[in-house]
């Protein structure tokens, strides 16, 4: 294992930091939405079909359910670093 000197992300701060940030997420996500509703417009334009979608980062709860409810998509996995984050999400399969 490596020692802390060697760590690039300190992983349970950023844990610590996305669960905080919940509670404040939804007053200030606007952005988050704009760039989801920009990326599901551009998926239903294409013409193939997806078996497998991953949302990494997918704590604020915005698009692996959009994804999902996609007719050209089959499986999504939401990824976080925050098991509590992904708790809220129905749906998707989660992976922490």
């Given at each position: 294992?490596?020692?802390?000197?060697?760590?690039?992300?300190?992983?349970?701060?950023?844990?610590?930091?996305?669960?905080?940030?919940?509670?404040?997420?939804?007053?200030?996500?606007?952005?988050?939405?704009?760039?989801?509703?920009?990326l599901?417009?551009?998926?239903?334009?294409?013409?193939?079909?997806?078996?497998?979608?991953?949302?990494?980062?997918?704590?604020?709860?915005?698009?692996?359910?959009?994804?999902?409810?996609r007719?050209?998509?089959?499986?999504?996995?939401?990824?976080?670093?925050?098991?509590?984050?992904?708790?809220?999400?129905?749906?998707?399969?989660?992976?922490?």
């Amino acid at each position: 294992m490596a020692s802390d000197e060697n760590l690039l992300f300190d992983r349970q701060l950023l844990r610590r930091r996305r669960e905080r940030f919940r509670e404040e997420a939804a007053s200030v996500d606007f952005l988050l939405r704009r760039a989801g509703e920009d990326l599901l417009d551009r998926l239903d334009m294409v013409l193939r079909e997806f078996p497998l979608a991953l949302d990494l980062g997918a704590g604020h709860g915005l698009l692996a359910p959009a994804l999902a409810a996609r007719p050209k998509i089959g499986r999504v996995i939401a990824a976080d670093a925050s098991p509590v984050l992904l708790a809220g999400l129905d749906g998707v399969d989660k992976l922490a």
